[in-house]
Structure formats: structure tokens, C-alpha cells
């Protein structure tokens, strides 16, 4: 449940380590998503899975909304009196109120029209992490 912001391109990244409460909100949060599947574009083809991740419990998403451009903030506690008690934790826009889940994909109805954006990484070992290289094999 720890995330750590760090800086590609002059945009943050997040990477969020998920716990296994956070990875089963996923599919919880599925009926409520504007696009589960991931299939607009927004992530490499080797992240367009539930989880949008290389391994599922290390999300690497752009932290930029993909409305207006405003930053989110973490919502992660389920049930968030502001947010609703069917809120199952994620990330909150606090500019507009768009909302996403723990994949990074946004919930309906909000101004955000897509997913936040996946960007190109792969693992160099099993503690080191390239953000810009797509050289992922699967």
C-alpha cells in the first residue's frame, strides 16, 4: 500500500505498491468503469490487462488526470465519507471530481474521459525499474 512519486519527462509517475485488498477492489470496481478493459489506448499493449501492470502488484502510472491535466490525490481508504460508501479507494481529482481505481481507470460519469496513462517500463532486475523503455516482452 506504499506509493512513491517520481519525475519522467516532467511529468509525476506514480508507483504504487498494491496490496492484495487493493488488487481485489479491481474487479469490485469493474461495473462502475468507464473503460475496464483498458481498450483505448492509454497504456502499452504488455499493460492492457485488469491490472494494467507488468506485475500485478506494482502499478506504474502517469499521475496526471486526463481531463484537464490537474494531479490526483490518493483516496485509498474504501468507504471515504466524501467520496461515498460504496467508494472502493483509488485516486481522486480533487479539480473536477474525476475518480479512479487502484489500476489507475476512471470511474463513469466523471469529466475525465479515459484511463490515466501507463508509460513505457520494464524491469531491470527484480529491484530496478526503467521508465521510457519499452522493451517488454511478456
Known sequence: GSMMVVEWRGKPVWLLRRTS?????LERA?????????????????????????KPDLLVVTGICTHLG???SPAF????????????????????????DF???VFRNK??????????????????LMIGSDNYSG
Not at 485488498?21 to 477492489?25: E, V
Not at 469529466?111 to 530496478?128: F, K, M, V
Open 21 to 25: 485488498d487493493m488488487l481485489a477492489s
Open 30 to 54: 469493474r461495473p462502475q468503469l468507464a473503460d475496464p478493459d483498458s481498450r483505448e489506448p492509454q497504456q502499452p499493449d504488455y499493460a492492457a490487462n485488469p491490472t494494467r501492470a507488468i
Open 70 to 72: 490537474c494531479s490526483p
Open 77 to 100: 481508504t474504501p468507504g471515504d465519507a466524501a467520496l461515498g460508501a460504496d467508494w472502493p479507494g483509488g485516486f481522486l481529482c480533487p479539480c473536477h471530481g474525476s475518480t479512479f
Open 103 to 105: 489500476a489507475g481507470r
Open 111 to 128: 469529466p475525465a474521459p479515459t484511463n490515466l496513462e501507463i508509460p513505457p517500463h520494464e524491469y531491470l532486475s527484480e529491484t530496478r
